[in-house]
């Protein structure tokens, strides 16, 4: 263990860093081996890490020098931050630049930062088909992350982009799952257009594409990955769940605006998100080559496969 590479993994009791460390821990002939980054150790998944073998350690970002106290005489980084905690770009914002200091500041030798697209490149804020949010944003959660991938190249930190997309996750989540209409058909109601792509990825997949970069190492510094594990429409969605649950689906389509008044926290910026998925499928996709995905992670799963072992977990009314 003592001559393995130390991974530090921020947000490692979360779905993404915990991903990344089981991916880590589960491939003994890798090289590599976890510091979990927490800020709570003694919470249950950081004691279920520390028995896969990980080393857990107390970090918060909002205390600067427990992170950097995590990174140092680590090799690397897996690094994720969850806007969804607060949903404050400026906080969120706040949370990256102590990241970027900590691993310039531990000389880190390789990054994989969990990032997203700036929506703004392609949909600028004067562009008045969506309204602008938290002053200079259209997807926060996006523009924040993308935006901040400057900051680890203009500190001098080896990093790797790891593009992101919607989790296959989603759907088992109360309001995006399928809901029995009233005629008693199982209905898929997503913001999406009819006939576009929505690219989708099992969140497990993060983790297990980080592993295969740092396994690569050089090849991938100062490199994008745009990750997804297919690009589906609604409908094609609808049809591959009702063949893994036995019964049919259907898509029904729910217009942009419809889906950023149901008023719940975060429907502004999820029905920006979709109306970005959708108007610009495309693009989004096509920065998504699922065959060279494949080549560097050979055990990228597609929707099929995600729902193969995740069916059961759906609740039907």
């Keep these: ?28 002939e890798s090289g590599f081996t976890v510091r979990a980054l927490t800020r709570n150790p003694d919470s249950p998944a950081a004691r279920e890490l520390a028995a896969l073998g990980a080393e857990v350690v107390r970090a918060d970002f909002y205390d600067e020098p427990s992170v950097h106290k995590a990174f140092e005489g680590a090799y690397g980084a897996f690094l994720v931050t969850n806007f969804w905690a607060h949903g404050s770009a400026a906080k969120e914002i706040e949370e990256i630049n102590v990241l970027v200091r900590a691993a310039k500041a531990a000389d880190l030798r390789h990054v994989v930062w969990s990032t997203l697209e700036d929506t703004r490149e392609l949909l600028p804020l004067d562009d008045d088909r969506m309204p602008v949010l938290q002053d200079e944003y259209n997807v926060p959660h996006f523009d924040v992350k993308g935006a901040a ?60 594409t980080a592993l295969a970069v740092f396994k690569r190492g050089e090849e991938f510094i100062g490199a994008a990955v745009h990750l997804a594990g297919d690009h589906l429409t609604g409908a094609q969605y609808a049809e591959k769940l009702a063949a893994a649950l036995g019964e049919p689906v259907r898509f029904q389509s729910v217009p942009y605006d419809v889906y950023r008044a149901l008023g719940f926290p975060g429907a502004e910026e999820l029905g920006n998100m979709f109306q970005y998925y959708g108007d610009f499928d495309q693009e989004f996709t096509g920065a998504r080559d699922l065959n060279r995905l494949r080549e560097i992670n050979p055990a990228l799963k597609s929707f099929d496969d995600w729902l193969a072992e995740n069916a059961s977990k759906f609740e039907l009314s």
Excluded: C, H, Y
Excluded at 1 to 28: F, Y
Excluded at 154 to 182: H, I, K
């Design 1 to 28: 263990m003592s001559n393995k590479k130390v991974i530090a993994v921020a947000g490692a009791t979360g779905a993404q860093g915990g991903g990344a460390a089981r991916a880590i821990l589960a491939d003994p």
């Design 149 to 208: 991938n400057e900051l680890f190249t203009q500190a001098g930190v080896p990093t790797t982009f790891l593009n992101t997309t919607f989790f296959f996750q989603g759907f088992l989540l109360q309001g995006m799952s399928p809901q029995r209409a009233e005629d008693g058909v199982l209905t898929l109601s997503l913001a999406l257009e009819d006939g576009k792509l929505l690219a989708g990825v099992d969140v497990a997949d993060i983790g297990r």
